[in-house]
């Protein structure tokens, strides 16, 4: 039974053919993504249809591609932007002095601004880093805890077994004497230890 494409969850013929490899077409697509502002103006540069741009960018495959080619491209951005922020910000520090009222106005504004978004920045990245401290400090405690259910577990299923084996003592008459045993038959099923030795 053939699906109609774009619904939630199914997918059409043409996209359950998709290959696991991009073709130099698509690689293409992803290239032009990164250069332009718009899918439209994206598939008028790669040569394709925008309906098919779209539709593989809903793949796995081109979308990963994309989605790690785009991160790259970023984080190659960002390291270009970072090694000239040394030159702007001393290019600010010129302006401040250069003479022109109006030019050292705006640049020490710009500085103050610069400064304060630096460390709202920094106040950010703090308040990440407390977060995941705690969220290792509670999934400890969630293994402690989970260590601790499965020791109660195992004790209840222990319990639950010598139980058993008293019942099944009481009924066939091997039990001789329920009060000369009692409190050292309930302290042998905390501890673990087995029936047998206190029915000699």
Request: net charge negative.
């Amino acid at each position: 039974m053939r699906t109609k494409p774009g619904e939630i969850g199914q997918f059409s013929d043409d996209e359950q053919d998709e290959p696991d490899v991009l073709t130099p077409q698509q690689w293409n697509a992803i290239s032009c993504l990164l250069a332009c502002d718009t899918l439209q103006s994206a598939a008028d540069n790669a040569g394709i249809n925008v309906r098919t741009l779209r539709r593989w960018l809903r793949t796995p495959v081109f979308l990963d591609e994309y989605t790690r080619t785009r991160r790259q491209h970023l984080d190659h951005v960002g390291t270009h932007l970072q090694s000239a922020a040394a030159d702007a910000a001393a290019t600010l520090m010129r302006l401040l002095k250069c003479g022109d009222p109006l030019i050292e106005l705006r640049a020490a504004k710009t500085i103050l601004q610069m400064s304060q978004k630096a460390a709202d920045t920094r106040e950010l990245e703090q308040r990440i880093v407390d977060l995941e401290s705690e969220n290792q400090e509670q999934a400890a405690s969630i293994e402690q805890l989970e260590a601790k259910s499965e020791a109660n577990y195992q004790m209840a299923l222990r319990f639950e077994t010598q139980l058993c084996e008293l019942e099944e003592s009481l009924k066939d008459g091997t039990y001789r004497s329920h009060r000369k045993v009692s409190k050292e038959t309930w302290d042998n099923m905390f501890s673990g230890q087995s029936l047998a030795a206190v029915r000699r």
